[in-house]
């Protein structure tokens, strides 16, 4: 910026670039253009209706999750001994898949992968993710420190060892 601020009016505005000279504005008529202020617009205020609205009890109890028990009794039994990987002789397993779903529960979302009541490789990494954090061996076993951890608290199941 090394102009002097007294020979900004000496230049020549492009915006009329081409106009015969007769058709640009003068530098008064410049001046005058930009000292005319813009209408004031007073405020308005609009009152609105008073409506008289009854009281209404609001509920504040938290809707407790939708039970997850597929037996249709209140809860499902869940065996240890059902967890076994890559079981060849029964592709599906209450206990697994409820293992799967609470694992998902718990957001280790890789066992919802396999979520179809096999205990298949997705189903290990969650386990073994959940072990790490948990502070156990992370060998994506299910023994019986692991599933008592897995389904602590889960109101779904009866976590039998």
């Known amino acids: 910026m090394s102009e002097d601020?007294?020979?900004?009016?000496?230049?020549e505005d492009d915006s009329y670039?081409?106009?015969?000279?007769?058709?640009?504005?003068?530098?008064?008529?410049?001046?005058?253009?930009?000292?005319?202020e813009a209408p004031v617009v007073e405020d308005v205020i609009v009152e609105a209706p008073v409506v008289d609205i009854p009281a209404v009890?609001?509920?504040t109890s938290?809707?407790?999750?939708?039970?997850?028990?597929?037996s249709g009794a209140d809860t499902d039994e869940v065996?240890?001994?059902?967890?076994?990987?890559?079981?060849?002789a029964a592709r599906k397993s209450l206990t697994v898949h409820h293992?799967?779903?609470?694992?998902?529960?718990?957001?280790?979302?890789?066992?919802?992968?396999?979520k179809d009541g096999w205990l298949g490789d997705e189903t290990k990494t969650?386990?073994?993710?959940?072990?790490?954090?948990e502070g156990l061996e992370p060998n994506g076993t299910v023994d019986e420190a692991t599933f008592l951890a897995i389904f602590k608290g889960d109101r779904n199941v009866v976590p039998i060892v």
């Open 17 to 36: 670039a081409g106009q015969p000279e007769e058709a640009q504005p003068t530098h008064e008529e410049i001046v005058i253009e930009a000292e005319v």
């Open 99 to 114: 293992l799967q779903r609470r694992l998902v529960e718990l957001g280790y979302n890789e066992a919802m992968t396999d």
């Open 126 to 133: 969650a386990i073994e993710k959940f072990q790490k954090l």
């Open 79 to 88: 065996y240890l001994a059902n967890c076994v990987y890559k079981n060849p």
């Open 62 to 70: 938290v809707p407790s999750a939708p039970k997850a028990a597929v």
């Open 5 to 11: 601020i007294t020979n900004i009016d000496q230049h």
């Open 57 to 59: 009890a609001i509920e």
